[in-house]
């Protein structure tokens, strides 16, 4: 199974919004609404952000929203905080009696 | 709270077998699938294995099939991975993680990481 891609890199100022996509196939994020979102903060495991593509769980910032088209999932963070500064991950099912695929990761910069 | 602790990581020289354990609390282990999952360092996150609730099904990324397994002792509530014929390129930090619920390879608790380090 090969990663999902996403962009090496994004940059915002504070306040802006950004989006990070997360490009698969139909194996994976356009066949199932199973594509989860994760920020890792240096040092730190990975903290779920968003699940079921679009879903927040309980007290994580409403700024952060999730989508999918196709193949391609999306997160889209508004007003961009120095706090978010992190490193991005998605993760998609991709069926029964196999592994999930993460994509390789983007690292947030805020300016 | 729920709460997962890894412990068992350490320098070891290749071709030898090292074994991590992850200790659950705050939740009954046996209503979760659970997974292991690794990060190199400097790099992205890797799925290593995955487990049924009851133990009875399991499996594996292509890169440690056959040399690494994944068990549970839910009386124990305690994850375990067995990872044997170590390579430099096992090298990460190994986390414990939680299944959110769905059996869909989603994590809502991640462990602290152990760090593995593969090296003569």
């Known amino acids: 199974q090969s990663a999902l891609t996403q962009p090496a890199s994004v940059s915002g100022s504070p306040g802006q919004s950004i989006t990070i996509s997360c490009t698969g196939t139909?194996?994976?994020?356009?066949?199932?609404?199973?594509v989860s979102w994760y920020q890792q903060q240096p040092g730190k495991a990975p903290k779920l952000i968003i699940y079921?593509?679009?879903d927040r769980p309980s007290g994580v910032s409403n700024r952060f929203s999730g989508s999918k088209s196709g193949n391609t999932a999306s997160l889209t963070i508004s007003g961009l905080q120095t706090e978010d500064e992190a490193d991005y991950y998605c993760?998609?099912?991709?069926?029964?009696?196999?592994?999930?695929?993460f994509g390789g990761g983007t690292k947030l910069t805020v300016l | 709270q729920v709460h997962l602790v890894e412990s068992g990581g350490g320098v070891v020289q290749p071709g030898r077998s090292l074994r991590l354990s992850c200790a659950a609390s705050?939740?009954?282990?046996?209503?979760?699938?659970m997974y292991w999952v690794r990060q190199a360092p400097g790099e992205g996150l890797e799925w290593v294995a995955v487990?049924?609730?009851?133990?009875?099904?399991?499996y594996y990324g292509g890169s440690v099939k056959g040399r690494f397994t994944i068990s549970r002792d839910n009386s124990k509530d305690t994850l375990y991975l067995q990872m044997t014929s170590l390579r430099a390129d096992d090298t990460a930090v190994y986390y414990c993680?939680?299944?959110?619920?769905?059996?869909?390879?989603?994590?809502?608790?991640w462990g602290q990481g152990t760090l593995v380090t593969v090296s003569s």
């Open positions: 993680a939680r299944d959110l619920g769905t059996s869909s390879f989603q994590i809502d608790c």
């Open positions: 705050g939740f009954p282990l046996s209503s979760y699938v």
């Open positions: 487990i049924s609730r009851d133990g009875g099904d399991e």
């Open positions: 139909s194996s994976d994020i356009g066949g199932y609404n199973y």
């Open positions: 079921d593509v679009s």
């Open positions: 993760s998609s099912y991709t069926g029964s009696g196999t592994l999930g695929v």
